[in-house]
């Protein structure tokens, strides 16, 4: 629990660090302002900061868990939320492989996660072994 604030936060600030600061209209100079070079250079800005906080969201263990989870108790609910699919009673449901074949990179992101964690355990285990 400590860690994934500890990502979050630290994430956040960094995020903010890269994208700058906000861009801004200066409002003594407004006759000579040109509204498309502003328009285009706050979507730039809007655009890298979604980006990288979509990003943050890739890594982040609370958002991995909480994809397979929806997707594993609430299937219907999941393929609504990631794509354009209708809940027709006619339509074909997919199956439980299906499902886990969309959610497999979560699942992938987890089990490296806990893989680096054990390995970092087992590394300190051993140099304190031999201390």
Do not use: W
């Not at 407004?30 to 285009?40: R, V």
């Amino acid at each position: 629990m400590l860690l994934t604030g500890v990502i979050h936060s630290t994430g956040i600030f960094a995020i903010d660090l890269i994208s700058g600061p906000e861009p801004t209209i200066d409002t003594d100079n407004a006759d000579i302002l040109d509204i498309e070079k502003i328009h285009s250079e706050s979507d730039g800005y809007y655009e890298k900061k979604r980006n990288l906080l979509d990003l943050l969201s890739c890594v982040s263990i609370n958002t991995n868990y909480l994809e397979i989870s929806t997707a594993l108790t609430t299937p219907g609910y999941y393929l609504l939320e990631i794509s354009d699919y209708q809940m027709d009673p006619d339509s074909p449901r997919p199956g439980f492989g299906e499902i886990i074949g969309m959610i497999q990179g979560y699942i992938l992101f987890l089990m490296v996660y806990l893989a680096v964690c054990f390995g970092i355990a087992y590394v300190r285990f051993m140099r304190m072994d031999l201390r």
